[in-house]
């Protein structure tokens, strides 16, 4: 396989959302998502249940700064076009990031991040917000887990796990050194 680098200074132009052909690789087509942001980093592409393709990543000037957050951009089907990047979480004493979108059984989209405190993976917290629209909107940011050290490295993580057919079975699981705790929908 044979890639091509792209000077630096070149990326900002081509970031139009727009899906091309990419004329070094037969068959394949690029599109670099429209971004208010620097740096972007963690991006996570999933279906919403309507069939589009959604992307969520974070941004800002650098990790672990408190300008961090949650962006989305969508692709809706038959579509060559991604829609300008949404802002979906805006704490300036944290930052948000390594985002997921999780579908639940009864259509809702969670949306799930880690929120730190600028420069504190350690003391890191799992926020989510909910869309019952497919996506288009979402509720309010809720804290689902507050276990010390559920975003660093291989001590312990995020996992959404359904456990029903409706959005009040749907649980996170935070691993942390000490065992498994499981949280239940009142936390979010």
Known sequence: MNLTALPPEK?????????????AHAGRADAYLPSPCIQNHAANLAF?????????WFGGTMEGMGDISVYMSKLAAGSTQWSEPQKLSDDPSRSEQ???IFNASDRAVWLLYTSQTS?????????????????KTFGPVRLLCD????????????????????????????RANAGVAMLTPQAC
């Open 11 to 23: 990326v900002p132009a081509l970031m139009t959302g727009l899906i091309e052909p990419n004329s």
């Open 48 to 56: 919403l249940p309507d069939g589009t393709l959604s992307c969520v």
């Open 98 to 100: 390594n985002p997921l």
């Open 119 to 135: 420069g504190d993976q350690d003391g890191a917290v799992v926020k989510c917000r909910v869309s019952d629209d497919d996506g």
């Open 147 to 174: 276990l010390p050290e559920p975003s660093c490295g291989n001590r312990s993580w995020p996992t959404p796990k359904e456990t029903g057919s409706c959005r009040h079975s749907v649980a996170s699981v935070c």
